[in-house]
């Protein structure tokens, strides 16, 4: 499984494919939209993994631009701030429906939610 | 008495008197004194074989004859022998005037011309003719006195020329009046002898008829002062009547009077002012032209065609501008021989009273209903009025306390107070929203906001207050939680912003121990600590996600899974309610979703489950269900019912009634008493229905709440709904953090 990691803090970025990779996935990260969008071509990603508020592009946006490259692209969304809220609604009135999680996400549910086997090391 | 010296030779008779020749004059009081001296004095001169000509009135004239034929007179052949010769008086007199005045050339015609025709008769025999005349009366009693003095005077002329005894007769009852005695003086001096009434005329002694003269003398004098005494009581009765006339004319009451058919037959000057009429176009018309209401007109009409009395009858007039007055008619009716003369009216108008007790009225009501205390009091503090929301406010019926002290509702401590405060109102000074402490009848102690004004006569001094007390202890509370509200608000707003802050940091360490967990060998005493890190950081990600979780802001319906909120919030309760010992019974029927606002369901859940905690200090079991299931009165309407239940002590009867309302708690020390009711607002909202039940017999007491909430809600009002959210969401922000 191919999979795009947009986050603007490394860690969560770095620390989630690493997770990811574990479990036999081939996840890079990138820090914000444009890289994710540069990447994607290259990557022809099965789901990419966004945080939602970025400096730049933000989370939803990209996400958009995303799907429309990649319409079979799984996008997955996860935020920690209220102003996200509105984004995603924007998103929605417009007609977009996006798989939302809250942060901190439990990787053990996150891998679950992408349908791979939970790792025996996960607990 | 005149001394006029004709007079009283005319007045001085002769014996003779009766007999006399030349032109006498007969004053008679009753007729038949008349017909008696006048059968004398024709029947002696029939008798002497004289002619006579008598001009007199037909009653007179057969009275006459009878009389005369009683004493033994042949008047048949008096008559046949032309010596009795009668003329109807009126006839004769009709004849001689002239526009009304006697005509000498007639006179002689008609009468002069009879004397001759009866001297002819008697002629040649040394005969004379006696003649009785009585136009000269006619005259006399249709006031033509002057022309029966004229009469009189064409019959002495025609003595110069005829020879003839001539007598008049005059009525007593012509000569009644005061102005008469000059009268009787001329027609007196027209003649050469007078005949006085029967009453004199009657005595025949002397000595009789001198003391009948004293006696007359003595009554003239007494008439006299008696007519000047009349005179003068008669001037003083007119000026008494002008004055009393002007009084009721000028008088400041309406007065008028009404015949029975309902005309009005006078009225004064105060009853036109007060309708506005002129005198033409008020007296003259019908008392029912000027009455506003039929029915009260006919009835004031019925009862004084009773004659009854009328006091202070309440009717409305008809003003000339159109308005109307409404009167008070005091009347009575002037009744003369058992018959309704008129009605007499005094009509005060009382509109201005009227509308001053209608505006009184109103006030008095305005005050009455009042939630405001309105009361006033003396300078001595002593209470005088108390309306219905001093009653409601303090629980004294108004009847308990006026007439006490004031104190009765000031507590103990702020006695010192009232002295001040009576100094105020004595200097006239105003108290406007003076923030105190009053006390009911029970003890309760009020907050207060006070208003005093002095209350002054109508000469300025003040001689009392009147006060205005709001409750505002409800007020107090409200700021409270307001300011409780803000206070709870701000720091939840702060929460918020730190949590998010923590949220990425979260993530990352939530990262890093599942890599550490995958590269740590498993066994481990290191492993054993990572897990348990994972677990207690799991813990806080958990708790930052459900109280301060960006859901909260969720504006729209969407997705709502009840067990999990419900499992999320016992989770969230977990260590209160591990630490009270209460046990936690879930029952879950199959996957319970509605549409709703995650946010507001969540803080409906959550108050409920803090109350049934919070009812359970000595621990029990909170026993939570939730299933799909419809509306309790409508089996159309799906959506999820919850029962959330303790084994509390229970509600009291009387306190489950106020569950719902504002500020209610049973929680003094920790509760703002707005819980459930903001609860009932989030559930009504949703279109569902709350219900309570709650037992406190001992061993079987517990309280469960029962809610209903569709599966998709009412749509709001797209206006109404942006600040209903704002209202909630600050309710719940402020409820959320204080549960944190």
Known sequence: MRIIVVDDEPVIADTLVDILNGEGCKAVAV????????????????????????????????????????????????????????????????????????????????????????????? | MSTNRSHTAALNPKSDAFDSPGHSVQFYGDDSYLIEELSRFIGSALGAGDAAVVIATKAHQDELVQRLQARGLDMTLA??????????????????LVNGWPDARRFAQAVGRVIEQAQTTVQGKQRKVAAFGEMVALLWAEGKHEAAICLEQLWNELARTHSFTLRCGYPMAGFSEEGHAELIQKVCAEHTHVIPSESYASLLKEEERLLNIVYLQQKAQALQREMAERKKAQQALQVREAELANFLENAVIGMHWVAADGTILWANKAELDLLGYNREEYVGHNISEFHADGPVMEDILQLLGRNEELHGYEARLRHKDGSLRRVRIHSDVF????????????????TDQRDADEARLRLAAIVESSDDAIVSKDLKG??????????????????????KPITLIIPPELHQDEPIILN??????RTQHFET?????????????????????????????????????????????????????????LAATIAHEINNPLEAVTNLLFLAKRDIAQGGKARRHLEMADHELT???????????????????????????????????????????IEVVKQYKGKIEIS???????????????????????????????????????????????????????????????LFQPFFTTKKEVGTGLGLWITSGIVEKHGGSIRVRSRTEAGRSGTAFALFLPAIPPRPEEEGDSTLRSHARDLVNSERASVA
Request: proline share 4%.
């Open chain 2, 424 to 429: 105020k109102i004595r200097r006239g000074e």
């Open chain 2, 335 to 350: 009744m003369q021989e058992g018959k309704f003369v008129h009605t007499r009216c005094f009509t005060i108008d009382v």
């Open chain 2, 539 to 581: 813990r806080v990600a958990h708790i930052t996600r459900q109280t301060l979780g960006f859901y909260r802001d969720n504006a729209f319906p969407t997705s709502v899974d009840i067990s999990e909120i419900l499992d999320d919030l016992l989770f969230l309760y977990g260590r209160r309610l591990h630490a009270r010992d």
């Open chain 1, 31 to 123: 820090s914000d939209g444009a890289s994710a969008l540069k990447w994607a071509p290259m990557m022809q990603p099965d789901v990419v993994i966004s945080d939602v508020i970025m400096p730049g592009m933000n989370g939803v946006d990209t996400a958009k631009a995303i799907m429309q490259l990649f319409p079979k692209c799984r996008i997955i969304l996860f935020s920690g701030q209220a102003a996200s809220i509105d984004l995603l609604e924007k998103a929605r009135a417009e007609g977009y429906q996006f798989e939302v999680l809250a942060k901190p996400v439990n990787p053990g549910q996150l891998l679950s939610k992408l349908g791979l086997p939970k790792s025996a090391l996960s607990g």
């Open chain 2, 596 to 658: 709703a606002l995650a946010g507001e369901i969540r803080q409906v859940f959550s108050n409920l489950i803090a109350n049934a905690i919070d009812a359970m200090p000595d621990g029990g079991s909170l026993i939570v269900r939730a299933a799909n299931s419809h509306e309790w009165n409508n089996s159309n309407l799906p959506g999820a019912r919850v029962i959330i239940a303790d084994t509390g002590s229970g509600i009291d009867p009387e306190n489950r009634k106020k």
């Open chain 2, 382 to 403: 002593i209470v005088t009025s108390w309306n219905g929301g001093a009653e409601r406010m303090f629980g004294f019926k108004a009847e308990e306390i006026i007439g």
């Open chain 2, 79 to 96: 008559v046949q022998q032309g010596r009795f010769i009668t003329l109807d008086a009126a006839e004769t007199l009709a004849k001689l």
């Open chain 2, 437 to 493: 402490v009053r006390v009911k009848k029970n003890g309760e102690r009020l907050q207060v906001s006070l208003t005093i004004s002095p209350v002054k006569d109508d000469r300025g001094n003040v001689i009392g207050a009147a006060k205005i007390v709001r409750n505002i202890t409800e007020n107090k509370k409200i700021e409270e939680a307001l300011r409780l509200n803000e206070r709870l608000a701000s720091v939840g707003r």
